[in-house]
């Protein structure tokens, strides 16, 4: 592998795999190259469902992945490099990176006891220098990619802000496959609680079936934070996952006038 590719940066790591820079001999281009970091049956099969999931799934605004490798040692997925900015800091120059690197196996506790309406109550952030326009661009394309996935028959599962990119010339990117899932009804069914705790659906916590809605509701979590700067809850896990049952968020409005 090392002699096939030149590695210069790593561009960032998920659950079970780091992402790096690299110009491929073989193919004359930069590509980025995500790297299994265990080599374990679970993590291989994980690595080749997403392959083999969106290897024929094309969409200007889905990344385009190009190969499964391996040289005995290491497992890989090479894919185009995206060279840009994730989407917070594409509409307004900044991001919050409350729970958006780690993934979560939720509890089955219900900690139905427990208050949490604190958990949406926080000051009013400065204002944003927003780009209205840019918004409407940039979800526009991210919802245009999700239709197609879903089109396709997948789900994606990890819908947040720094699985897209985007590029000076305005593109949006969606990124990393990694917990992609079919969507067919049986397929659904076997919804594993794991994702990205700010961004997931309340059903993908519980582990209840999972469809389409499941990444429209991270969308919508994206464009609130996008709008207001921050997100509809935070605070302790739990607190956060049962106010997503239980009550709205706050207006945006009332964020964000």
């Given at each position: 592998?090392?002699?096939?590719?030149?590695?210069?940066?790593?561009?960032?790591?998920?659950?079970?795999?780091?992402?790096?820079?690299?110009?491929?001999?073989?193919?004359?281009?930069?590509?980025?190259?995500?790297?299994?970091?265990?080599?374990?049956?679970?993590?291989?099969?994980?690595?080749?469902?997403?392959?083999?999931?969106?290897?024929?799934?094309?969409?200007?605004?889905?990344?385009?992945?190009?190969?499964?490798?391996?040289?005995?040692?290491?497992?890989?997925?090479?894919?185009?490099?995206?060279?840009?900015?994730?989407?917070?800091?594409?509409?307004?120059?900044?991001?919050?990176?409350?729970?958006?690197?780690?993934?979560?196996?939720?509890?089955?506790?219900?900690?139905?006891?427990?208050?949490?309406?604190?958990?949406?109550?926080?000051?009013?952030?400065?204002?944003?220098?927003?780009?209205?326009?840019?918004?409407?661009?940039?979800?526009?394309?991210?919802?245009?990619?999700?239709?197609?996935?879903?089109?396709?028959?997948?789900?994606?599962?990890?819908?947040?802000?720094?699985?897209?990119?985007?590029?000076?010339?305005?593109?949006?990117?969606?990124?990393?496959?990694?917990?992609?899932?079919?969507?067919?009804?049986?397929?659904?069914?076997?919804?594993?609680?794991?994702?990205?705790?700010?961004?997931?659906?309340?059903?993908?916590?519980?582990?209840?079936?999972?469809?389409?809605?499941?990444?429209?509701?991270?969308?919508?979590?994206?464009?609130?934070?996008?709008?207001?700067g921050q997100l509809p809850f935070s605070g302790p896990v739990i607190d956060v996952m049962e106010a997503k049952r239980r009550i709205a968020?706050?207006?945006?409005?009332?964020?964000?006038?």
């Amino acid at each position: 592998m090392r002699d096939r590719f030149e590695f210069s940066a790593r561009l960032g790591s998920g659950g079970f795999g780091d992402v790096y820079r690299a110009h491929d001999g073989l193919r004359g281009e930069d590509v980025a190259v995500k790297i299994l970091r265990h080599i374990g049956p679970l993590h291989l099969r994980m690595l080749k469902r997403e392959f083999r999931s969106l290897a024929d799934v094309v969409h200007p605004n889905l990344v385009s992945l190009h190969e499964l490798v391996s040289d005995g040692a290491d497992w890989c997925i090479t894919m185009e490099f995206v060279d840009g900015v994730d989407l917070l800091t594409e509409v307004h120059g900044a991001r919050d990176t409350e729970d958006d690197a780690a993934l979560w196996t939720p509890t089955v506790e219900d900690p139905s006891a427990r208050s949490v309406t604190d958990v949406r109550r926080r000051a009013v952030p400065a204002p944003l220098l927003l780009d209205v326009d840019k918004v409407r661009l940039v979800f526009r394309q991210i919802a245009e990619a999700i239709a197609a996935l879903h089109a396709a028959g997948k789900l994606h599962r990890d819908i947040k802000p720094s699985n897209i990119l985007v590029t000076s010339s305005g593109r949006a990117v969606v990124l990393d496959f990694g917990l992609v899932m079919e969507l067919s009804s049986g397929a659904a069914d076997d919804n594993d609680g794991l994702g990205t705790v700010a961004y997931m659906s309340p059903e993908q916590a519980q582990y209840l079936p999972l469809d389409a809605a499941s990444d429209w509701y991270s969308f919508g979590v994206m464009l609130y934070e996008a709008l207001t700067g921050q997100l509809p809850f935070s605070g302790p896990v739990i607190d956060v996952m049962e106010a997503k049952r239980r009550i709205a968020p706050m207006p945006p409005s009332a964020l964000t006038p």
